[in-house]
């Protein structure tokens, strides 16, 4: 299972930011996917996530300024992040869990998000 993230940067406060992330080597459309985050000095914290079902949930610090989506025919999930702060800037990891049964981690390997005041 391989994962690949970008779309990170360095972007004002206010800005906006879209992160992707393609998976390959698993059937994309059974499992739920989703975003952790890692501040400096800090634990990887959920970000937001979405079923197979497409049934979303965000954490509360980002629910109104996060959209979590995902394209079955790119094998793609998105994470588009407006009204950014200086608060959300740290590493961001997708994930997806193996299977509706299996829900072990398979993760990418993290897009630096770097939100300026």
């Known amino acids: 299972v391989q994962l690949q993230a970008s779309g990170g940067g360095l972007v004002q406060a206010g800005g906006s930011l879209k992160l992707s992330c393609t998976v390959s080597?698993?059937?994309?459309?059974?499992?739920?996917k989703g975003w952790y985050r890692q501040a400096p000095g800090e634990q990887r914290e959920l970000v937001a996530t979405?079923?197979?079902?497409?049934?979303?949930n965000y954490v509360d610090f980002v629910k109104g300024r996060f959209t979590i989506s995902r394209d079955n025919a790119k094998n793609t999930v998105y994470l588009q992040m407006n009204s950014l702060k200086p608060e959300d800037t740290g590493v961001y990891y997708c994930?997806?869990?193996?299977?509706?049964?299996?829900?072990?981690?398979?993760w990418g390997q993290g897009t630096q998000v770097t939100v300026s005041s």
């Open positions: 080597g698993i059937i994309f459309t059974i499992s739920t």
């Open positions: 979405i079923t197979s079902g497409g049934r979303t």
């Open positions: 994930y997806t869990e193996r299977s509706r049964i299996d829900t072990t981690k398979h």
